[in-house]
């Protein structure tokens, strides 16, 4: 339960930044515990700039993990969708954030064995520049969780700020309106998969996504949410 029933009791509000968070806190406490408001911000994009997506419609697309790699994304199921669409709907993977030395020989090691090491890039840590250029490089972005916490991602922002189209289980994302993002409810590597592929092979469905994320993040910038935090604390 960690420190949520000490702290939050005592509290005069509780800021958070999604309905899934909200619903976790609640559960943490004990049962018809007395709470202070709970409020569910809004997230915040980057300013919108739309990228060419010069992979969208090419034979072998690529397919970006944005952010820090961590195991809790799944790089290995991952790689193991890309195994399992190779022979069919053949992609690149990249992973374009700072990754530990263990997971980077692990992202290795699993694409040897699964025979696909060629299609598979461990970039690492990037500038703004070098973000930006994998951003317009890539057709897809995915952002997996195994946990649910109800964080939000900052990539999955950033990725819809940019007309990225996404593939993502965070429970924070499905709470956007319906097809900002491509939601899928397994990180099982077959789903996966089949999602990936399916997604690639619709550069329709992908620019609905694109123009989707754009107008999301044009409705969602930092004054939306200051307005909101500031609305919060003052009642």
């Not at 199921?77 to 022979?87: C, F, G, N, R, S």
């Not at 550069?203 to 996504?209: K, P, S």
């Not at 754009?214 to 200051?226: C, E, P, R």
Request: charged share 20%.
């Amino acid at each position: 339960m960690g420190l949520t029933p000490l702290l939050v009791p005592g509290s005069r509000g509780v800021l958070v930044n999604s309905q899934a968070a909200s619903n976790i806190l609640l559960l943490d406490l004990a049962p018809l515990a007395v709470h202070p408001p709970i409020v569910v911000l809004p997230p915040a994009c980057p300013r919108p700039e739309p990228s060419a997506r010069s992979s969208a419609r090419s034979h072998e697309p690529l397919v970006v993990v944005l952010g820090v790699v961590s195991m809790s994304k799944r790089p290995d199921v991952l790689v193991d969708a890309l195994a399992l669409t190779v022979a069919t709907r053949p992609f690149r993977l990249a992973f374009v954030g700072p990754c530990p030395p263990i997971l980077q020989q692990m992202i290795g090691d699993r694409a040897r064995a699964r025979r696909v090491a060629d299609q598979v890039d461990v970039v690492g840590p990037v500038d703004d520049d070098g973000w930006r250029r994998w951003c317009e490089r890539a057709a897809i972005a995915v952002q997996l969780r195994d946990t649910a916490s109800g964080e939000m991602s900052a990539a999955v922002l950033e990725a819809l700020a940019r007309g990225l189209p996404v593939i993502t289980n965070l429970a924070s994302a499905a709470e956007y309106p319906e097809g900002t993002t491509a939601q899928i409810t397994s990180c099982r590597a077959d789903a996966v998969a089949a999602r990936l592929a399916s997604l690639l092979d619709d550069v329709e469905a992908q620019d609905r996504l694109a123009a989707a994320g754009i107008a999301f993040a044009t409705d969602h910038q930092f004054g939306h949410l200051a307005a909101a935090l500031l609305a919060a604390t003052a009642s």
